[in-house]
Nanobody
Framework: QVVESGGASVQPGESLRLACSAR????????VGWFRQAPGKEREAISC????????KYADSVAGRFTVFRDDSVNMVYLQMHGLKPEDSATYYC??????????????????WGQGTQVTVSS
């Protein structure tokens, strides 16, 4: 089971950190994906990480602003978001699975999904 937290309402330009906890397993040997879905839009992959080795990928829309990283001490994976824009408003999901990292943007590969956490960016 994975659980997200950290969603909030913020103003444009602010930062926010989302957390994804693994319950019942260690992040070792897993790929973690971050996805988001805005109202009326399809869910999109924004970032993924192969936890062992720390390999990451980012969508063009968030590259340079968002960073995904792991904190081993608390078995958490974080999505650090800087320079938030109104178009970043969405429900954010983390997901986990064990598969080839090259497929990490394909949501069908992830068997474990969190419930989602809402991020709203508005002035």
């Amino acid at each position: 089971q994975v659980v997200e937290s950290g969603g909030a309402s913020v103003q444009p330009g602010e930062s926010l950190r989302l957390a994804c906890s693994a319950r019942g397993f260690s992040w070792d040997y897993y790929v973690v994906g971050w996805f988001r879905q805005a109202p009326g839009k399809e869910r999109e992959a924004i970032s993924c990480m192969r936890v062992q080795g720390g390999f990451t990928k980012y969508a063009d829309s968030v590259a340079g602003r968002f960073t995904v990283f792991r904190d081993d001490s608390v078995n958490m994976v974080y999505l650090q978001m800087h320079g938030l824009k109104p178009e970043d408003s969405a429900t954010y999901y983390c997901a986990a699975g064990q598969f080839h990292f090259g497929d990490c943007i394909l949501e069908g590969h992830y068997p474990y999904w969190g419930q989602g956490t809402q991020v709203t960016v508005s002035s």
